[in-house]
């Protein structure tokens, strides 16, 4: 019997570790705050203008098949940010552990939860009492490719342009 659970718990640890793999985009939002009720109206202002602000800001990772990661951050106004770590997930609980940030040696864990059907993950960053929890909600857009540019060596204005239109001469 205890082979048989040992089995099963290998199994969906499995599954929730293929699930990951891939490329994942995702946003911030902040929650609700308490401390909103007892804000004056430019502390209000300020606020809502985080939360547009948020909006702005892409994150992209890609995780391999070997538990690494390349992170990307990207937006309005937001200096370009490079990550890489290892990852690891047991059921639906996933962990992310950078190494380094932009060539530098970065120590930072992240919690999130996978869905079940592993295409949604949502990582909750704590804050100071009070405050907006910040949340971090990922989507899956694409499976692992091999070959594929990762978000840690695509540059703005990889992507392919499609070719110049061809003058008639009219």
Request: charged letters at 20%; glycine letters at 10%; aromatic letters at 6%.
């Amino acid at each position: 019997m205890r082979i048989l659970v040992n089995l099963l718990a290998l199994t969906v640890a499995g599954l929730a570790s293929a699930d990951m793999v891939g490329r994942w985009q995702g946003i911030a939002t902040l929650g609700p705050s308490t401390v909103a009720q007892g804000m004056d109206g430019d502390s209000l202002l300020k606020l809502q203008l985080s939360k547009a602000f948020l909006k702005t800001v892409n994150y992209t990772f890609d995780f391999k098949a070997d538990k690494t990661f390349a992170s990307l951050v990207t937006g309005q106004d937001v200096p370009r940010r490079n990550g890489k770590g290892t990852w690891s997930a047991t059921g639906n609980m996933v962990t992310i552990v950078f190494a380094e940030e932009n060539g530098n040696k970065r120590s930072q864990t992240l919690n999130g939860t996978l869905s079940p059907d592993g295409k949604k993950m949502v990582i909750s960053i704590n804050s100071k009492p009070g405050l907006p929890q910040t949340k971090l909600v990922f989507k899956k857009v694409e499976p692992a490719v091999s070959g594929k540019k990762t978000a840690d060596t695509k540059k703005p204005g990889d992507s392919k342009k499609p070719p110049a239109a061809k003058s008639t001469g009219h």
